[in-house]
């Protein structure tokens, strides 16, 4: 290896090094491959809108996925759901895994939505980006008063074995005609290969 092709790879197996999780929840696994059904039910809050419907259904799927680079060695690392059974698919817990080929090495988990666009700037503890995630949610707590709608965001740093809860901030709106949700997750079964 010549000098300056050395000097150009230090500085990446440093990060890399630094971001290598150690102990024993560092073995490379498998990494799952799964798909949640989510069904969710939205009843219509007060006051009630007569333009829209009292209440409706509605299904979406959460799966296994590859978001973000997180270690910077060039590959997309995993996302995995792991839903409690009455989660709506914007509150889904998922576990956190660095890919190495084939198999996956599991970095804690995370709850809400993962705000990919504030990875690339966010900052880096022991080699790792800060992971911020955000749940919405309305409540409506007494009827005769408008619903509001509750936005979490929840910020994660990685310790050097896991990404650990860093602080919560909660922020609260008048929603006037948001929707009380309720889901209910059920796991498909994947084909045998």
């Known amino acids: ?3 300056c092709a ?3 790879a230090r500085p990446f197996a440093a990060v890399a090094e630094r971001a290598a999780p150690r102990g024993p929840s560092a073995r490379c696994e498998a990494i799952a491959s799964v798909t949640w059904l989510v069904s969710r039910t939205a009843q219509q809050s007060s006051p009630r809108d007569p333009s829209l419907p009292l209440r409706s259904e509605s299904r979406v799927s959460m799966s296994t996925h590859s978001t973000a680079d997180l270690d910077g060695d060039g590959a997309l690392d995993t996302l995995v759901p792991e839903p409690s059974p009455t989660d709506c698919n914007n509150e889904y817990s998922f576990g956190v895994y ?3 080929g084939r198999c996956g090495v599991r970095v804690g988990s995370i709850r809400g939505a993962l705000q990919i666009a504030r990875i690339a700037g966010a900052t880096r503890t022991r ?3 800060e992971l911020v995630t955000v749940i919405e949610r309305a409540e409506q707590r ?3 008063v408008p619903a ?3 936005s979490e965001t929840i910020t994660y740093q990685f310790d050097g074995a896991a990404y650990r809860e860093r602080g919560r901030s909660v922020t609260r709106a008048v929603c006037h005609h948001c929707a009380q949700v309720r889901c209910r997750n059920t796991r ?3 084909p045998p290969p």
């Open 142 to 144: 007494d009827p005769r």
């Open 127 to 129: 080699g790792m980006p």
């Open 148 to 150: 509001e709608r509750v």
């Open 188 to 190: 498909i079964q994947a």
């Open 1 to 3: 290896m010549t000098a």
């Open 6 to 8: 050395l000097a150009f």
């Open 98 to 100: 660095l890919t190495r």
